[in-house]
């Protein structure tokens, strides 16, 4: 952790205020170019948008992926408030970004809360219907 580092996780900081002071959950996320630029800023507006996935992390990544070609998007970094939650966790692995550095751990952020506020996992039931299933998948890969 540099002291660059420090000072972009502390705008990050300032924008998860920034959205708390919005009426949003508290946390924001910046995306620096490979060039040492501030390419965009995100806060949460899950509770404005009436979005559940308004999270920062996921805007932004949505935004480089749409915006940055692969070699830009590698040089990125997201510097963001809190670690980021499953959801954005898997855009960012689809997104190409090139690093992630975040303030608040999961754990941190678990002890700040009150108990009963989390997200309970949704049941799933599966596998069934693997030889229907596998027909539109198949070859699709290459
Ligand atoms: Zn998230």
Not at 107 to 113: A, D, G, H, K, V
């Amino acid at each position: 952790m540099t002291t660059d580092d420090e000072r972009l996780l502390r705008r990050a900081i300032a924008l998860a205020a920034e959205a708390r002071a919005g009426g949003n959950p508290p946390f924001g996320s910046l995306l620096l170019g490979p060039d040492g630029r501030v390419l965009a800023e995100e806060r949460n507006s899950s509770v404005t948008d009436r979005d559940i996935t308004a999270h920062p992390e996921l805007k932004l990544a949505r935004w480089a992926a749409r915006e940055l070609s692969p070699e830009t998007a590698a040089g990125t970094t997201m510097y963001t408030s809190c670690e980021p939650c499953g959801m954005c966790a898997g855009a960012l692995a689809r997104s190409g970004l090139g690093r992630v550095v975040f303030a608040l751990a999961t754990e941190q952020l678990t002890e700040l809360r009150p108990p009963g506020t989390g997200f309970p996992a949704v049941p799933a039931v599966g596998p069934a219907l693997f030889d229907e299933a596998r027909v539109p998948v198949a070859g699709y890969y290459g």
